[in-house]
């Protein structure tokens, strides 16, 4: 279990670390110029990976619905967005605002899922997201 929470741990700091890279680089260019290079040099490093370790291309990559594939875009506006927010903002409120973000869009698709949660739960669950939120942005 160890070896996975520092897997995840790991992670957690190379996004913080691309995020204030993305952030410094839209400073000195633009989002939209901090988005490409972070998708170019993200490309590479994982493609390199695939050839490495093999599965590349997955068997049945091809057969897969077109609506696979819309993370990509949805991944370029997500960078973007993330290296215009982080020096107006501060990386802190932007971290806040992803994680929330992220809680409050696996609720919603937690609704459309075969079983969906009961509702009173996910709307106390958004509400506490959101007033969590709140909270941090008082002034003292």
Same mark, same amino acid.
């Given at each position: 279990?160890?070896?996975?929470?520092?897997?995840?741990?790991?992670?957690?700091?190379?996004?913080?670390?691309?995020?204030?890279?993305?952030?410094?680089?839209?400073?000195?260019?633009?989002?939209?110029?901090?988005?490409?290079?972070?998708?170019?040099?993200?490309?590479?490093?994982?493609?390199?990976?695939?050839?490495?370790?093999?599965?590349?291309?997955?068997?049945?990559?091809?057969?897969?619905?077109?609506?696979? +594939?819309?993370?990509? !875009?949805?991944?370029?506006?997500?960078? *973007?967005? /993330?290296?215009? #927010? $982080?020096?107006?903002?501060?990386?802190?409120?932007?971290?806040?605002?992803?994680?929330?973000?992220?809680?409050?869009?696996?609720?919603?698709?937690?609704? +459309?899922?075969?079983? !969906?949660?009961?509702?009173?739960?996910? *709307?106390? /669950?958004?509400? #506490? $997201?959101?007033?969590?939120?709140?909270?941090?942005?008082?002034?003292?």
């Amino acid at each position: 279990m160890i070896v996975w929470i520092a897997m995840a741990f790991t992670g957690g700091v190379f996004v913080s670390l691309s995020r204030q890279v993305n952030g410094r680089l839209s400073l000195s260019n633009s989002p939209l110029i901090a988005s490409f290079w972070n998708h170019v040099v993200g490309f590479i490093v994982l493609t390199l990976l695939g050839l490495a370790l093999g599965g590349l291309l997955p068997p049945g990559a091809a057969d897969a619905p077109w609506y696979a +594939f819309i993370g990509g !875009p949805i991944g370029v506006i997500f960078i *973007a967005s /993330g290296s215009w #927010l $982080i020096p107006r903002i501060g990386a802190v409120n932007t971290a806040l605002l992803v994680i929330s973000g992220q809680m409050v869009s696996g609720v919603v698709l937690d609704l +459309f899922s075969e079983q !969906p949660p009961k509702i009173w739960a996910s *709307a106390l /669950g958004i509400l #506490l $997201i959101l007033g969590g939120m709140v909270l941090t942005q008082r002034r003292k």
